[in-house]
């Protein structure tokens, strides 16, 4: 069975009322649920009271300007379609009402099939705005989400450019070596190494922004890693990159290994002595 077709909601705001019987009759032919209204006063009240896919507004009504309920619409929601259906030719209410926020105009007596294609279009660029609003607020949380994760983390977490630059890092970054919030953002991933690994670095990320690949990448690397005071300390690092049509970008995590080497270090002094005793 073929499933049913989406149900419409248009508010036909209009104070002549042949005109709103007859676009009535179209309109519910056409499977569209109408609403209608027929002065500024009541076209406020049924938008504030219902949703809607689409607004066909006259410009001339008995309490106001048309284009006050347009003005309005767009404060309230800037995506809703509103096509202007009038009897004036003047050009500030015609084609101006596009510069003011109006999807299109039509001139009475409006031909049927126009209404009903403009109508149509109307309603598919409503949609796809909605989509594309969902879709931004799914990638916002999505973005959210990430960024509280990547913030909670105990291991230090670091992104950098093609140039070796540091563009963000967690807060265990700042901590783990000893800098204030924020405050490694714009310098060179070297200061967060001892000067012995500046040349190694600087030509493996070099090999790196030629060849795209490098040993290192996707692999546990220790080694030392340098506090702001010149502190060095013992650090696990794995690397990983991708590439944007901007340029490569190149993230690592960072692990603080002191305290592990320190146990590894009691454990082998244990071993040690517990040989010496059964000797």
């Known amino acids: 069975m073929a499933a049913e077709a989406p149900s419409y909601t248009v508010l036909v705001v209009e104070d002549n009322p042949d005109i709103v019987v007859s676009l009535q009759d179209l309109l519910t032919h056409d499977g569209y649920i109408v609403h209608t209204a027929d002065s ?13 896919n689409a607004v066909l507004l006259d410009v001339t009504l008995p309490d106001g300007d048309g284009l006050e309920v347009l003005a309005a619409i767009q404060q309230m929601d800037s995506h809703l379609p509103v096509i202007i259906v009038t009897a004036t030719t003047a050009t500030e209410k015609t084609v101006g009402s596009l510069t003011l926020g109006a999807f299109a105009y039509l001139t009475k007596p409006y031909h049927r099939e126009e209404l009903r294609q403009t109508l149509r279009r109307a309603i598919g660029v409503k949609e ?71 040349c190694r670095h600087t030509a493996g990320l070099a090999r790196l922004e030629a060849t795209g690949s490098g040993q290192l990448i996707g692999s546990v690397i220790e080694l030392q890693g340098l506090k702001q005071d010149g502190t060095e300390f013992p650090i696990e690092l794995s690397l990983a990159t991708w590439k944007t049509e901007t340029g490569n970008f190149y993230s690592g995590i960072i ?6 080497k320190q146990t590894e270090r009691a454990l082998d002094e244990l071993r040690r002595r517990h040989s010496l005793i059964l000797t």
Not at 255 to 260: E, F, L, T
């Open 255 to 260: 692990r603080d290994s002191s305290q592990r």
């Open 40 to 52: 500024c006063a009541g076209a406020h009240a049924q938008l504030r009271a219902h949703c809607f």
């Open 128 to 198: 796809l705005a909605v989509k594309a609003q969902r879709a931004e607020h799914l990638l916002t949380e999505s973005e959210d989400r990430f960024r509280s994760l990547v913030e909670s983390a105990s291991d230090a977490i670091v992104v950098a450019d093609g140039k070796g630059i540091i563009l963000s890092h967690n807060r265990s970054t700042a901590m783990m070596f000893g800098y204030q919030p924020q405050g490694l953002i714009g310098r060179p991933l070297t200061v967060l190494m001892p000067s012995r690994y500046h």
